[in-house]
Structure formats: C-alpha cells, structure tokens
C-alpha cells in the first residue's frame, strides 16, 4: 500500500469517526430537549402507535427493530406479519423524523400501518391497541 492510499484510508477512518460523534451528540441532544420518560409524546394527538402524531416512542433504531420483531397482533384469525419500513415524516410535536412501518401478512397485504420515534429517553411499556409484545 503506498503513502498515499495509507493517509487516504487514515483520513477516511477520521472523517467516519468524527462523524459518528457528531451524529452521537445530535440524538443526545434530542433525547433531552425533545424526549420523555413516558410512554406517550407530552401534547400527543391521535390514537397510539397509529398517529404519527402519537408514535411508539423508544430509544434508538435498532431498539425499534427489536420492538417490531416482539409485537403480535393478536386480532383472532391473525397471522403472523412481516414488517417494512416506508420512510420517515415529521410531525408537530417533536423535530426529530418520525419513521413509518407497514405491518405485512403472509401475502404481503398491508395489516396495520404504525409510526414510531426513534429518539426517546426510554422504551415505551406501551403497545398499540390489538397488539401484544411477546417475551424476550
């Protein structure tokens, strides 16, 4: 490997890792402006979990990942469903996107349609009515 490519690839390293302490320091400085240590946005509106004005609230991406793989329908008849993500809006209430999921059955036909905040203090107990979170 040459000089060159030896400082390209240092260089690289530091701008990766400079830019993941600025992306660290942005969502701790949202969880204390805008985060709570409750289930539910403060001045939410809408039904929870199906508004996005009302999102799921929890702590970080993959904490939604793991939240989704735990909840069940539990709607008699159901089956069981695969989850997608669909993109991510804003809201009212909070700066910080709001990210959408569809809730998908067997035959990939949308179930249930729910949003949730990435960027809280702590994991909402709360689940969206007709919903369950199966044990760990």
Known sequence: MGLFNLFRKKK??????DF??????????????????????PNHKGEFGFSKDNPILLTSVSES?????????IKP????????????????????PIDEYNLLDTDFNIVKT?????????NSKKVPEGFGLMDD
Do not use: F
């Open 114 to 122: 729910i949003y949730i905040w990435p960027y809280n203090r702590v």
């Open 65 to 73: 990942r793991k939240y989704l793989d735990r909840l069940i329908y």
């Open 20 to 41: 993941m302490a600025k992306m660290e320091a942005m969502v701790k400085k949202i969880k204390e402006e805008e985060g709570t240590d409750q289930d539910e946005l």
């Open 77 to 96: 008849g159901s089956s069981q469903y695969t989850w997608r993500r669909t993109g991510s809006m804003q809201n009212n209430i909070v700066s910080a």
């Open 12 to 17: 690289n390293i530091a701008s990766e890792d």
